[in-house]
């Protein structure tokens, strides 16, 4: 039986891993928060997705259940690879895409140093 998929965020490698059944299946570059707004380490879910939620959140904005923080694309592509948000998770718009349609609501996301 296969378990359902969950998110690591790795803060060391700036990368967003996809897990099912203990395995990476894909693998995501992103952007996390600057030395003043840095990311929180943690688990958490995903907890509402929007489409197009406007201003700098790209295509797609999903939740975490940490109030204020998610996993969203970017108007600003080059910022990818880099600690430049206000915590949150950025990635490509067409990545954020692809992850949102592979991910429920509900899904567990695990941020790590």
Same mark, same amino acid.
């Given at each position: 039986?296969?378990?359902? #998929?969950?998110?690591i965020?790795?803060?060391?490698?700036?990368?967003l891993?996809l897990?099912?059944?203990?395995?990476?299946?894909?693998?995501?570059?992103?952007a *996390?928060?600057?030395?003043?707004?840095? *990311?929180? *380490?943690g688990e958490?879910?995903?907890? +509402?997705?929007?489409? +197009?939620?406007?201003? #700098?959140?790209? @295509?797609?904005?999903?939740?975490?259940?940490?109030?204020h923080?998610? !996993? %969203?694309? *970017? +108007?600003?592509?080059?910022?990818i690879? %880099?600690? @430049?948000?206000h915590?949150?998770i950025?990635?490509? +718009?067409?990545? @954020?895409?692809?992850?949102?349609?592979?991910?429920?609501?509900?899904?567990? @996301?695990? !941020?790590?140093?």
């Amino acid at each position: 039986m296969m378990t359902n #998929p969950y998110i690591i965020v790795d803060l060391s490698d700036l990368m967003l891993y996809l897990l099912q059944d203990d395995k990476v299946v894909r693998g995501f570059p992103i952007a *996390t928060g600057a030395m003043l707004s840095q *990311t929180p *380490t943690g688990e958490y879910t995903i907890v +509402n997705k929007a489409i +197009n939620p406007g201003g #700098p959140f790209g @295509v797609l904005w999903m939740g975490l259940s940490k109030p204020h923080y998610g !996993i %969203h694309g *970017t +108007n600003d592509p080059s910022s990818i690879g %880099h600690k @430049v948000s206000h915590g949150c998770i950025r990635m490509f +718009n067409e990545d @954020v895409l692809q992850l949102s349609s592979l991910v429920n609501i509900g899904t567990s @996301v695990i !941020i790590r140093r």
